[in-house]
């Protein structure tokens, strides 16, 4: 739960490729088309300061990044995020729709990387103060085939084997069997009006 604030918060989760961005898109805009206060954040990003820590996070010329630091960094790109905008935006009781948040880390550099789970909840705590999603939609989709949706360019974190990426998955499916009622698997196996008919029946239940 958004932990006593007036507005809602949903993710969107998902590895590589898997359409997770154009559904946030469609989600501000049916909100917006409702007359809703929503908006659209992502994740690293999203704020002046967190755009620059994204920038390092994802630049292919910082190979010798340790697994640690690139933890931290993800880390302190959400804290900025929460603490500037989104948590007053909730407590203005806006919806608030975040292209990924700490589930990301947790199946990246936790189940990616090998980072402890449990020292990656530990650091959440401290970034986001607790701050949960009400819902957490997982645009789930077979590694392979969403790794060929990418860009051609790919940036540091694409660029890592298809095992990695795998692990991903693994990570986010083993979180939405850990927190079903919060966190609802989607299929990525449909065009993007059917895929989006799915989620809107978890859209008008969260409101
Ligand atoms: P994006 O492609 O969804 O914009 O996300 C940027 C990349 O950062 C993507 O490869 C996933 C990765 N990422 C992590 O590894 N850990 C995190 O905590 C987040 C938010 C993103």
């Known amino acids: 739960m958004a932990?006593?604030?007036?507005?809602?918060?949903?993710?969107?989760?998902?590895?590589?490729?898997?359409?997770?961005?154009?559904?946030?898109?469609?989600?501000?805009?049916?909100?917006?088309?409702?007359?809703?206060?929503?908006?659209?954040?992502?994740?690293?990003?999203?704020?002046?300061?967190?755009?620059?820590?994204?920038?390092?996070?994802?630049n292919v010329n910082n190979k010798a990044m340790a697994d640690e630091c690139e933890t931290l960094l993800y880390m302190a790109a959400r804290a900025q995020l929460v603490k500037e905008i989104l948590r007053p935006a909730l407590d203005k009781g806006q919806i608030v729709l975040c292209d990924r948040f700490l589930d990301s880390t947790i199946a990246y550099?936790?189940?990616?990387?090998?980072?402890?789970?449990?020292?990656?909840?530990?650091?959440?705590?401290?970034?986001?103060?607790g701050l949960k999603p009400d819902l957490t939609l997982l645009f789930d989709i077979d590694t392979q085939q969403g790794l060929s949706r990418t860009?051609?360019?790919?940036?540091?974190?694409?660029?890592?084997?298809?095992?990695?990426?795998?692990?991903?998955?693994?990570?986010?499916?083993?979180?939405?069997?850990?927190?079903?009622?919060?966190?609802?698997?989607?299929?990525?196996?449909?065009p993007k009006e059917i895929i989006f008919e799915r989620i809107k029946t978890y859209l008008d239940k969260v409101l």
């Open 3 to 58: 932990m006593g604030l007036k507005g809602r918060f949903i993710t969107f989760e998902g590895s590589e490729g898997s359409g997770k961005s154009t559904q946030a898109a469609l989600v501000l805009d049916y909100f917006k088309s409702k007359g809703l206060p929503a908006v659209l954040l992502r994740e690293p990003g999203g704020v002046k300061i967190s755009e620059k820590i994204r920038d390092i996070l994802l």
């Open 109 to 129: 550099q936790g189940w990616g990387n090998g980072i402890d789970v449990s020292i990656i909840e530990n650091i959440g705590q401290f970034a986001v103060g």
């Open 151 to 190: 860009n051609v360019k790919k940036d540091r974190i694409e660029l890592r084997c298809l095992e990695y990426h795998n692990r991903v998955r693994e990570g986010y499916l083993a979180l939405a069997k850990r927190e079903p009622t919060r966190v609802k698997i989607i299929r990525v196996d449909a």
